[in-house]
């Protein structure tokens, strides 16, 4: 007789969750790299460079997202901005794993083949984030990481000073 919250995964189940994980956060990652390789690369380099202000502004954005969810959903006129940032979000959390693997192995292996590195970083973080307790974990902390460059790039074009128009 079994109970019903009884957990009956094998160790190849979780084996194979793992190797799954892996190989699918490999495959994105590759994308990433291939699609967006300036990102990574910035990525890579704002982590290696000031690392503070990216975790910083990670961190209260993940904080800020709900109360600006909900108050965007309060104000009637708001709810398209509370869909388009929801959507944002869920596309950052989709992600988020694959891109920081991708930006910490280019960061370590700054001189190697950027696709063996995000091949590397990808296998990494998947396999990371298939771990049974603590993966949960790694994703939210790729999430941070994540949403802390996304945050810290709009800073960025936001203050730059218009370059004057070439003659």
């Known amino acids: 007789d079994r109970t019903e919250n009884e957990d009956t995964s094998t160790l ?5 969750g793992i190797v799954a994980a892996a190989l699918s956060t490999c495959f994105i990652a590759l994308l990433l790299e291939l699609v967006f390789p300036r990102a990574t690369a910035s990525a890579a ?3 290696h460079q000031r690392p503070t202000p990216l975790w910083v502004s990670g961190l209260l954005g993940t904080i800020a997202v709900v109360p600006a969810v909900l108050l965007l959903i309060i104000s009637i006129a708001g709810l398209s901005l509370a869909g388009a940032l929801l959507c ?6 989709l992600v988020s794993s694959a891109f920081a693997g991708c930006a910490i192995a280019r960061m370590i292996g700054h001189n190697q083949n950027r696709y063996a590195m995000a091949a590397v970083g990808g296998v990494a973080a998947g396999a990371l984030t298939g771990l049974p ?3 949960d974990f790694i994703s939210g902390v790729a999430f941070v990481f994540m949403l802390g460059y996304v945050i810290q790039i709009i800073w960025r074009n936001a ?3 218009p370059q004057q128009a070439s003659n």
């Open 12 to 16: 190849n189940d979780i084996v194979g």
């Open 45 to 47: 380099g704002m982590l």
């Open 159 to 161: 203050h730059l000073k």
């Open 133 to 135: 307790l603590i993966g």
């Open 88 to 93: 944002g979000v869920i596309g950052i959390a």
